[in-house]
């Protein structure tokens, strides 16, 4: 008898609320369908976004790594350009150093060879005037 009861409360339930309730379940599973949607477009979206970012980030290493090469060329050949002058500078300053040192060593040989022939010449004179 209970089975009878249950089942004449069920169908007094779904005469009085049948309706609302499948309008409120339709209406729920509506509102699941929208929001599945919703999230599946928000992770289609972040997913792009995502790759975008990984594109970009990519993108940027390669142009860092680009730049700071043409940076170390670049230094590289200033600091060989430096090395170079710097030695040209360096050759220079021996040959201007060298040609002067030859300079006054003339200029000692040729004062040594005045005094040389100074001494000579006073002693004939001395040899002359003791004679």
Do not use: P, Y
């Not at 150093?97 to 000692?108: A, P, R």
């Amino acid at each position: 008898m209970t089975e009878k009861n249950n089942d004449s409360v069920d169908q007094i339930r779904n005469i009085l609320f049948g309706e609302q309730t499948k309008n409120i379940e339709n209406k729920f599973a509506k509102l699941e369908a929208d929001i599945s949607s919703q999230f599946s477009d928000i992770k289609k979206q972040l997913d792009a976004m995502n790759k975008q970012l990984s594109g970009n980030l990519k993108k940027m290493e390669s142009q860092t790594s680009q730049n700071l090469n043409d940076l170390q060329t670049d230094q590289s050949d200033r600091m060989q350009a430096i090395e170079d002058s710097l030695n040209n500078k360096i050759i220079e300053t021996e040959a201007s150093i060298l040609s002067e040192l030859q300079d006054k060593s003339n200029d000692l040989d040729q004062r040594l060879t005045h005094r040389n022939e100074l001494s000579d010449l006073l002693r004939k004179m001395a040899d002359q005037i003791s004679e």
